[in-house]
């Protein structure tokens, strides 16, 4: 990744009523193109006249359709705000669709503004105060999250749901797999946030349940999906966004096998029916 930095690092970013801590210096870009690009789908959603959150989220995507699939794009040798919108990973495509919808709902349309929803969204209280602070975790996401106002848990209304508990270490557990960890202040942090969600209790839908009718109706376009995962020590392998397709839910996600973001030619329950690791999916809503 090129890491173009702005030069204007006294600048604080404010969002609507919310100030972000981030000053433009401690960003870093794919490249000069981002900001244009994230002021043109701004324009784009505020011009498409779409009010609900879901339907911004799918608008979103669809303009993202295409987008290379490129992981690790949030590591560094330090924290910083990575803005990239031309290369997506699961969660960061899933995060950029968050961002892009919240700042358009709060009527704003500059990068700037998205910035300032993109690090809320993205580290635990809305501020980036380095690798420990960011959410690793989609349990921890949606926990902040839904503290923070921006979205809500909406498995537990489906017809079938389950729950499961389970403790999530696997970060601490397999260190070596995370440069960042060699660090032990930052390898404690990390303990300390896992200590929160020893025995965590979630709701599940089982991945059998996903062919039932009423299952697949409660389904709405833009929202997020969530696929669990047995891995020990570990909640959710993957992320992306439903896409109903001729009545059925289809993913529409940044594939690591297609290398861009697509919408899943299987709908949701035959592209997990022989999956060996994923036990079912959590389904999130961002709101107004």
Not at 86 to 91: F, I, K, M, P, W
Not at 174 to 181: C, E, I, V
Not at 202 to 227: E, H, S, W
């Amino acid at each position: 990744m090129k890491r173009i930095i702005a030069a204007l690092v006294g600048i604080i970013i404010m969002s609507g009523t919310m100030m972000s801590t981030v000053t433009v210096g401690e960003m870093r870009f794919h490249c000069a193109d981002d900001t244009t690009r994230i002021n043109a789908l701004l324009g784009a959603g505020a011009q498409s006249g779409l009010e609900s959150p879901g339907k911004l989220m799918s608008f979103y995507a669809h303009e993202l359709l295409g987008t290379p699939y490129v992981g690790h794009t949030l590591e560094g040798e330090t924290e910083q705000l990575t803005i990239n919108i031309h290369e997506l990973d699961c969660t960061t495509f899933v995060e950029t669709l968050v961002a892009l919808t919240i700042t358009t709902i709060n009527g704003r349309r500059s990068w700037l503004d998205y910035a300032a929803n993109l690090e809320a969204i993205r580290y635990r209280r809305g501020v980036m105060d380095g690798y420990g602070s960011r959410l690793h975790y989609i349990s921890d996401w949606i926990v902040n999250n839904t503290a923070r106002g921006h979205v809500r848990e909406i498995t537990a209304d489906f017809p079938r749901v389950v729950y499961q508990i389970k403790t999530l270490d696997y970060m601490s557990r397999h260190r070596d797999s995370y440069p960042a960890l060699a660090d032990d202040t930052v390898l404690e942090r990390i303990k300390d946030i896992e200590g929160g969600y020893r025995s965590h209790r979630y709701p599940l839908i089982k991945k059998g349940d996903l062919r039932q009718r009423n299952m697949r109706t409660a389904f709405t376009d833009g929202d997020i999906v969530c696929l669990v995962t047995k891995t020990e020590g570990l909640d959710v392998s993957h992320l992306g966004i439903i896409e109903n397709v001729d009545g059925a839910p289809h993913l529409l996600h940044a594939s690591s096998l297609a290398k861009k973001v697509i919408i899943d030619p299987n709908d949701l329950a035959d592209m997990l029916q022989n999956s060996r690791t994923n036990q079912g999916v959590r389904i999130i809503r961002v709101i107004e």
